[in-house]
């Protein structure tokens, strides 16, 4: 899902560098597409060999009732992808269009806010705001620092004068970003190593779009790392609740 448009990681990353975020998006669909595959079949195997419990089959009525229910979520999906990939909108103007839609699908449609909870829903939206805004705007100010001092031209001279090339640099970043995936979401992952290890990949020669998708999967694989691994916590509660044998996983 992190490579799966629309991604915040990517969309972080593209403002941390002033790169592309509609090239990421299309950069991002098929890497992800095939990530996801691979994932649904070790699944669905370790799932038949060790006979996980499942819930009943639904019915397709069961099922046309569902999608009727979600279809306008759903949608969002469509409005948004399909207007950055059409062009009818920037991605910037994407993200205001599919607030749009949320907020007109949450209170009038699903009813799951009233208007009345719509301060509060704003008030807590401009603090993380704020929070974010100023972090991405001190990780630019770092960014500019380093590439006005020359420090990420000097630093691939170094790596390249040493015999450390572009293979190397990319497995030295998987690493150190693994490192910080114990301990720290992708967000700032991105937002912290994105000022500093973008200008040295661009000074080696490595493709802008390619790294960023590299630094935003591997900081995506935090996510079930121990010991923060949020995804493994959410795991955890659902497979409680399903009582499957531990002893299997």
């Not at 001190?138 to 420090?151: D, H, Q, R, Y």
């Not at 998708?213 to 691994?229: D, F, H, K, Q, R």
Request: proline content about 6%; glycine content about 10%.
């Amino acid at each position: 899902g992190i490579l799966i448009p629309p991604s915040v990681c990517m969309v972080m990353f593209s403002v941390a560098t002033n790169t592309s975020v509609g090239a990421l998006f299309m950069a991002g669909v098929i890497p992800g597409l095939a990530l996801a595959g691979v994932l649904g079949g070790v699944t669905w195997y370790r799932a038949r060999k060790y006979d996980y419990p499942r819930q009943p089959k639904a019915t397709w009525a069961e099922r046309w009732t569902a999608f009727r229910a979600s279809v306008w979520g759903l949608l969002l999906i469509v409005v948004v992808m399909g207007g950055i990939y059409t062009g009818i909108f920037t991605p910037t103007e994407a993200a205001a269009m599919s607030a749009v839609y949320a907020f007109i699908c949450a209170i009038f449609i699903y009813n799951d806010l009233s208007l009345k909870d719509v301060p509060r829903v704003l008030l807590n939206s401009a603090n993380m705001s704020a929070m974010l805004l100023y972090i991405i705007t001190n990780a630019v100010l770092f960014s500019f620092i380093m590439t006005n001092e020359n420090i990420p031209q000097s630093l691939a001279d170094w790596m390249m004068g040493n015999g450390l090339g572009v293979i190397t640099f990319l497995l030295m970043c998987n690493i150190l970003l693994l490192l910080a995936g114990n301990f720290m979401e992708p967000s700032s992952i991105v937002l912290i190593f994105a000022p500093i290890l973008f200008p040295v990949a661009v000074a080696l020669g490595i493709d802008p779009i390619h790294f960023g998708l590299v630094l935003v999967l591997a900081g995506g694989i935090g996510l079930v790392t121990p010991p923060v691994g949020s995804v493994l916590f959410i795991g955890t509660a659902i497979g409680n609740d399903i009582r499957f044998d531990e002893s299997k996983v």
